[in-house]
């Protein structure tokens, strides 16, 4: 599909296309790498440390300073380390610490079936699970962002809620971010 809609207008054949493509998968998978291993780095340092670090659930574009009004920053200057859920190390050995129950009953440390089972948007699984993640870690905090009260995500209002509550994680949910003055 790369090369159909981008051949005429870029000038490249379909083996530039693909590798292209190859070339951006890569990159990609260097980056998650890159942020899961600073992720570890902070939940080690916190762990060691007896301190808490704040996992900021929302969606990609809260990563923007615009749609999130620096709000993780504010924390960050409290002393507060931030963790994005791309963040959170996804290599089976450090999650099945988490994950024991799900691991020994042959479960991915990833799955969400047991609390969201018909579930079909990425972004809204991925809040789920970080929150189930949360839920197990001693040592993280939520802080759930969602702007404009999200229809994508108002489905896991209750579910993250839930799973936040019935573990006793510490938890603050922005829901309506941008609804009202973001210095509010």
Known sequence: RLFETFADLLGITEDESDHAARQ????LEAFDRDVQSKGRAILE??????RVAIL?????YHADPGMHHGIPEEFQILGYPILSIRSIPKDPAYLGRYF???VERGQS???INDVWPENYSANSAQKVWAAKFAARHPNVV???????????DAPT???IDSIVRTSGTPYAALHDLDANKPGG
């Open 24 to 27: 951006a998968l890569l990159a």
């Open 45 to 50: 340092t916190v762990e060691a440390e007896d």
């Open 56 to 60: 900021v659930i929302g969606r990609p």
């Open 100 to 102: 024991r129950e799900e």
């Open 109 to 111: 440390p990833l799955d």
């Open 142 to 152: 939520v802080l759930d962002l969602s702007s404009f009260k999200c229809g994508h």
């Open 157 to 159: 209002y209750g579910l």
